[in-house]
């Protein structure tokens, strides 16, 4: 599955190593009510990977807020930070049902 249509990012979470993995970029479009009661349609960048790979100084971890994600496309690196998609939905979410690969939902914050 990692030669097929899979990309390079860098993940990384505040104090802890980076690392390198594969992951299938997607996204997931949303609608949520504002304070005012306005419709806002939004638009996540969302990354596949597999539960197995995502692991931060030899322990598996799990996606929380704020992590990085950082990704090359054409000479443009893309910084993503991961988020909940609605303020009340979780970050991540298993994207299988035997939960060998895990969905993050994340924002862009920047280009370097």
């Not at 190593?17 to 479009?29: F, H």
């Not at 995502?54 to 996606?63: E, N, R, S, Y």
């Not at 990704?71 to 009340?88: A, F, K, M, P, Q």
């Not at 994340?106 to 280009?111: D, E, L, M, R, V």
Request: hydrophobic share 35%; glycine share 6%.
């Amino acid at each position: 599955m990692k030669a097929h249509a899979g990309s390079t990012i860098t993940y990384t979470r505040t104090g802890r190593e980076a690392i390198t993995l594969t992951a299938w970029p997607g996204k997931t479009v949303y609608t949520r009510v504002d304070e005012n009661g306005f419709e806002i349609k939004a638009e996540s960048r969302d990354y596949i990977v597999l539960a197995e790979d995502l692991v931060l100084d030899d322990v598996a971890i799990q996606p929380q807020m704020e992590d990085q994600i950082t990704e090359t496309v054409n000479g443009i690196t893309y910084e993503y930070e991961v988020y909940n998609l609605d303020g009340s939905s979780a970050e991540w979410e298993w994207a299988d049902e035997r939960r060998n690969s895990i969905r993050i939902h994340a924002k862009q914050i920047g280009t370097r």
